[in-house]
Structures are given as C-alpha cells and as structure tokens.
C-alpha cells in the first residue's frame, strides 16, 4: 500500500480546493488588470465603444465562470462525502454484469449527471452571453442535435476505447499497462485520421475552397516552402458563432486546412495567406510532432501509474467504496493523478507558447511580410473581443498562445520591409 486512505483524501481534496483557490484569484488578478486606457497597436481597429465591450465581455464570462466552478466544486464534494460514488458502484454491482459492461454502466452514469448538471450552464453561456455580445448563431435546435450527436459519438468511440481498457487491466497481467499504452496509440492514431474525414462533417459542412486568388496565394505560398497541400476547406462556423478562426487538421496525405467562413469574410488574401503560413510553420517546425511525442510518452507514465495504484484499497476507500474495480479505480486515479497533471499541463503551455512565437516568427520570414500577420492577429482579436491586457499570472495558468499584443510587439521587433520574392498577389 503506497498511501493511506487519509492521505489520498487530503492530496486531493487539497488540490481540488487549491486549485479552485488559484483559479480564482487569477481570475479576479485578470479582471484587476484590465486597462481602460487602449494600447497603441489596436487604435486602428477598435473605437472606445468596441474596445469597453470587449472588457464587458471578459467580465461577464468571468464572473459566470466563477459561478460554475463553484457550483461544480460544491457538487462533486456533496457527491463523494455523500457517499455517491460508494452507492452507485454498490447499483452497478447487483447489476450483476461483468466487468466490462459493469464499468461502461459507472462510467456513462458519472458523464450523464455531469451532463445534465452542466447543461443550463451550457444553455445560459449560449444563448444568454454569447448572444448579449452578438456571437451565438447556433438556434436552440441546432444546440440539441450538436449535443445529441455528441453522445452518440462520445459512447461509440469512448465506448469502444474504455471497454478495450477494461479488457486489457483485467486479463492483461503485470503488463497489462504496457498493452494499454500500445493499443492508445493506435487508437489515437486512427483518430487523427478519421476525424477529418467522418467526424466533422458530423457538425459542421466542408466545401473546398472555390478557385481565385485566395486559393492561388495559398498553393503559391505552400510550394514556395515545400509544404504538400492538396485539401483547402471553408467550414460554416457562422452557423453557430460569429467568431472566426482557422486551423490544420489530420496527417499526412489526409491533413487539410480549414478556414471559417467568417474568417474569409473579415480578412484580406494577404491576412489569410499569413495566418496559414503560422499553421503551417507549426508543422515546419515540428511542433505538431513534439507535442504527439510528449502526449504518447506522458500516457505511457500515466498507464504505468494506473498500474500500480488500481487496485489499492486505500483509493478506493477514499471515495467510500468498499470493493476494488478496474472502472471505478480508472475513475479515482484520475482525480488522484491530478495535481501531477496540473504541473505537467503548465511545462506544455509554457512551450506552446515559445511554439507560437516560432510559428509566428516563420510566417513573417516565409512570406516577408510581418505586417499582414500583424494586422491579421489584430483584427481576430478585435473581432472575437479578446482581453488585450490579461493579468501575467493568468497567462503562466492558462494561455496555450501568447498575449495577442505580445505576439504583435515581438513580430514589431523582428519585423523587416517587404522585400522578398513571396506575393499574395493582391494588394495588402
């Protein structure tokens, strides 16, 4: 027994309650941080009106997201000192069901009272909130068929995985954790595949990109590096937010840049041509890559750790259960594992973030026009009414990019003239 039950109940409800705790203050430090005054950089695409509600807009989502985190905290621990997990395992097991079908009964049941908590949280941010700011586009039928096909999917594929899990800690012996490992990467692998394929098209439409100088600029700048691009699709995001972006999807001959309707309506070729040459700098640079690497290696730890502590009685009486299972032990570790994975989720954002300044830095090299990045990231965040002044300290916990105005400041440094032989094509 590594630890006692009175230890694994301190560590994690320390880090559930410190979490909340640090959570909380950066929000508020976030919200203390804003600055009235609008920074030089963005006078051209904000006016004072524009520029106070989007500091309305981060209040706002601020303070709900503040109620909802509270309101989890306090259910998840009515639920576990109430003796909910203990009581549904006891359900589960007069059942009499093996251990498979027992542990995607436990499982799917935790996931559906999470749901239906969550979803007037949902509904209020939807249809409340973001319609108040003019984003929501999404009609309330819209938002019950995502959601249903959400569960639909989520039980097929998470289903799928969690019965292989199962399968391979009960029968797999000492090295059950290693099969579990291997059989991840597969399935993660296959994911990366399909996804682009059959599971977007499940909610969103993708129509390829219509022949003209946009499409032209893009195949010109992709051979200019010796970037293999054959798919060049424009999603109707507009269906459900006013919000733009863009992004890369899928490996290898199956990999395919998506452009948001919106985003083509707001942004110029040359805007448009340098947000994709940052996608594709995240490839050029590896950065794809080094992120599968560490995510493939951190499951391996996770899965040997899973190993060691599933069947400790200790966590399982924890949480006020009395026999130990595979499922429920999958469940516990999880919650358990958590302030590793808090650290280990701040060493990736600090180097998500060094990856976007290279991505940017690449895309201004490449197409030797810092500028129309600049102004493109400008006009994104106008537009998605981004907090162009968060706090530092809610940055380190939460940002996976950079501060927009940081981004533009360190283009600014390193930018150079336009003097090389990459053109849009169309005038900036």
């Known amino acids: ?22 959570d909380s203050l950066a929000e508020f430090m976030n919200i203390k941080h804003l600055d009235p005054q609008l920074p030089d950089e963005f006078s051209d695409v904000y006016d004072t009106a524009k520029y106070a509600k989007s500091q309305l807009y981060l209040k706002v989502n601020t303070r709900f997201g503040f109620i909802c985190a509270s309101f989890d905290l306090v259910i998840l621990l009515a639920f576990w000192f109430g003796g909910g ?42 249809f409340v909130i973001e319609e108040k700011f003019g984003f929501n586009k999404t009609t309330p039928q819209l938002f019950f068929t995502d959601l249903i096909k959400s569960i639909l999917l989520s039980t097929a594929l998470g289903g799928l995985f969690l019965s292989l899990i199962l399968w391979v800690f009960e029968f797999g012996g000492p090295m059950a954790w290693l099969y579990c490992w291997m059989a991840s990467i597969l ?15 499940l909610f969103n439409k993708f129509t390829p990109l219509e022949q003209g100088p946009l499409k032209e600029a893009i195949l010109r700048y992709a ?11 424009v999603m109707d995001g507009s269906k459900r937010s006013g919000k733009s972006n863009a992004f890369f999807t ?25 947000i994709i040459a940052h996608e594709m700098g995240h490839f050029k640079k590896k950065h794809i890559i080094k992120r599968l690497v560490i995510s493939i290696i951190q499951m391996g730890i996770i899965f040997f750790l899973i190993s060691l502590f599933i069947t400790q009685e200790a966590l399982f009486h924890a949480f006020f259960v009395d026999k130990v299972s595979i499922y429920a032990g999958l469940i516990f570790f999880g919650m358990l594992f958590s302030p590793i994975d808090m650290f280990l989720s701040l060493i990736m954002q600090i180097s998500s973030r060094r990856d976007e300044y ?9 197409t030797h026009d810092h500028h129309s990045l600049v102004t493109a990231l400008k006009q994104l965040s106008a537009h998605n009414l981004a907090n162009l002044t968060p706090h530092p300290f809610y940055v380190f ?12 400041r360190a283009l600014q440094k390193t930018g150079k003239p336009k003097t090389g032989t990459f053109k849009t094509g169309m005038s900036q």
């Open 1 to 22: 027994m590594f630890f006692s039950d009175q230890l694994i109940t301190i560590i994690i409800l320390s880090t559930l309650i410190i979490g909340y705790l640090v």
């Open 85 to 126: 997990f203990g009581l549904l395992d006891t359900f589960i097991r007069g059942l009499g069901h093996n251990t498979i079908v027992s542990g995607l009964l436990f499982t799917g049941i935790l996931l559906v009272l999470k749901l239906l908590i969550s979803l007037p949280f949902s509904l209020y941010s939807t």
């Open 187 to 201: 399935f993660i692998m296959t994911i990366q595949y399909i996804v682009p394929t059959w599971i977007m098209p």
């Open 223 to 233: 051979g200019s590096i010796n970037f293999s691009l054959s798919h060049i699709f």
């Open 250 to 274: 899928g490996f290898g001959r199956n990999k395919r840049i998506v452009l948001f309707d919106t985003l083509i309506k707001q942004q110029s070729v040359g805007e448009l041509v340098s």
């Open 358 to 366: 290279e991505a940017d830095q690449f895309a201004a090299d490449t």
């Open 397 to 408: 916990l939460n940002y996976s990019h950079p501060p927009i105005l940081e981004r533009i």
